[in-house]
């Protein structure tokens, strides 16, 4: 199969090393600090902390920061040793770590936003720190002033956020299914394209520089990856999950694309596999296979004295159809459909030569 989902382990169970407890409420990011035995975590209780690995080989904290709002978001520059983190209230608060990471200092407080924060971005390159909120709106800030260089604002709200920083492109998904590619300059930006594909709110987004591919997880339990850097406007949809997609990684080095969903599932895609693109849905009056008319051709309906009938899409060809020509279910995994999908009996039964 093009993915590889297993419900538990093929060979020997994975061995935990670690187990970090100590948070109250839910851990809303967690970063692993380059080259050190550490991580950064932020939570919902209000909490921001720094975990060591001690001699015992346990983790423990060398920082405990108690904010005035939730954390609900969190990005970390290591270069610089900078900690921006995004609250409940719409505020990001930015500290500095010292080399030892054992202790933390307040740096300054951003008026982003005016509700939640989503998710943050530093460019080290511009000072900017980029973010989106539940205020339907991403914001760029300079991190030498603390004052607003420009802001963008959606029709929903703005859910994840991903930055080209050669491009200065930031791609922002929303909770209408929708993702916004944007130039950002210096105090205002354009709006290059939207990319709409998902049926449900967009939950995450990975950016490949290298490839220049775009992956999205939304909760229509699907993935689609969006080639940017090949400017055909190609995409792949992936479906191999049961419940929304909250989590996304691509490894560029082996061509493997990590996905988790909300009810614990997690796929691994081997996107260096030949794919067939997912075709566009037709729109018809009629059955484009039988012709009987859908139940809003009134004129047909009238014209052969038939009731109409419910229109379906066939997953492989796109056709309109109705369910008596499209009555069959397959799996397609060269298409990224991993579990059974309505296919038109047509497409049914080429599948079916092709295996």
Known sequence: MAAEIHSRPQSSRPVLLSKIEGHQDAVTAALLIPKEDGVI???????????????SGQYWPSIYHTTASPCSAMAYHHDSRRIFVGQDNGAVMEFHVSEDFNKMNFIKTYPAHQNRVSAI?????????????????????????????????????????QYDFDTQYAFVGDYSGQITLLKLEQSTCTVITTLKGHEGS??????????RLLFSGASDNSIIMWDIGGRKGRTLLLQG???????????????????????????VWN???????????????SCQKCEQPFFWNIKQMWDTKTLGLR?????KCGQAVCGKCSSKRS???????EFQVR???????SIKDEE
């Open 202 to 211: 967009v939950a995450c987004l990975w950016w490949d520089p290298i490839q």
């Open 311 to 315: 229109q379906h899409h066939c997953r």
């Open 343 to 349: 296919v038109c009996d047509a497409c049914y039964d």
């Open 241 to 267: 999950h049961h419940d929304r997609v909250q989590s996304l990684c691509y490894l560029q080095l082996t061509r493997l694309l990590v996905s988790c969903s909300s009810d614990g599932g997690i796929a």
């Open 41 to 55: 975590t932020a939570s919902e209780d209000r909490t921001l902390r720094v975990w060591l690995k001690r001699d």
């Open 331 to 337: 799996s397609y995994p060269v298409m990224g459909f």
């Open 121 to 161: 971005i530093f460019s080290m390159a511009t000072e900017w720190v980029i973010s989106t909120g539940h205020d339907k709106c991403v914001s760029w800030m300079c991190s030498r002033s603390g004052s607003m260089l420009g802001r963008h604002v959606f029709s929903s709200w703005a859910s994840c956020l």
């Open 271 to 285: 996107m260096d596999v030949s794919r067939e693109e997912a075709p566009q849905w037709l729109e018809s009056d």
